[in-house]
């Protein structure tokens, strides 16, 4: 079955305690995408990655790292939590970055305290 | 920057009406315009997606139009069922997606 699977699906920590959400797809998708959603605000895009070791900012990259050592894997770090990063998470792919219909995650709900 | 907006924020309707939920965009040179359907605690199912040189696309009960010069799309939902009861996104493509707050859905039984 054709999936993006993200853990966790949900994580409550601390400010400071570095984390990381861990997004695989099955696809052999190229393209892949971290969103959050914010209520009233819609999905805002954190960072993508166009294809393995290619990786650029979105709307909102501020205190978020990824990496694209692998097609499959897009893990999405946070070194230094703060409470303005409590959000819901989700990770996507597509086989390009020219629009084409995105795989969504079932999404990672953070909070942090 | 490109800024989209749907309104209404939430709707509710009776099964069975004929409804329309609308995408405003404020950036007309998209390269295409997708709706998706967003489930409590799950991610985002796209529904339709329309090139910017096409004006609708149809999939069963959904029809998806695009006027690009005015900035607008509409999804229109025939014959509505409790089972379309979601939250539905628009998202306009250019060089990067950007998404609609979405338009909660409730189709009362």
């Known amino acids: 079955e054709a999936q993006v699977t993200q853990n966790p699906r949900y994580l409550i920590t601390v400010t400071g305690k570095k984390l990381t959400v861990t997004c695989s797809q099955n696809?052999?998708?190229?393209?892949m995408s971290w969103y959050r959603q914010d209520p009233g605000l819609g999905l805002r895009q954190i960072y993508y990655s166009m294809n393995v070791e290619v990786t650029d900012k979105g709307d909102v990259p501020e205190g978020y790292k990824v990496s694209r050592k692998e097609k499959r894997n897009f893990p999405l770090i946070l070194e230094s939590p703060s409470p303005n990063q409590t959000s819901l998470y989700f990770c996507?792919?597509?086989?390009?970055?020219?629009?084409?219909?995105?795989?969504f995650g079932d999404g990672t709900r953070l909070s942090i305290l | 920057k490109q800024e989209v907006t749907q309104i209404p924020a939430a709707l509710s309707v009776p099964e069975g009406e004929n409804l329309v939920l609308n995408c405003s965009f404020t950036d007309s040179a998209i390269y295409n315009l997708q709706w998706f359907r967003q489930d409590p605690g799950k991610g985002l199912t796209s529904l339709l997606l329309i090139q910017s040189s096409q004006r609708e696309q149809t999939s069963g009960r959904l029809n998806a139009s695009l006027d690009k010069s005015s900035g607008r799309s509409t999804l229109y939902i025939a014959a509505s069922q409790p089972g379309d009861s979601a939250t539905y996104l628009c998202a306009v493509y250019n060089n990067d997606m950007r998404f609609g707050a979405g338009t909660r859905l409730t189709v009362k039984p």
């Open positions: 696809m052999n998708h190229e393209y």
């Open positions: 996507a792919s597509s086989r390009g970055g020219d629009g084409q219909p995105q795989h």
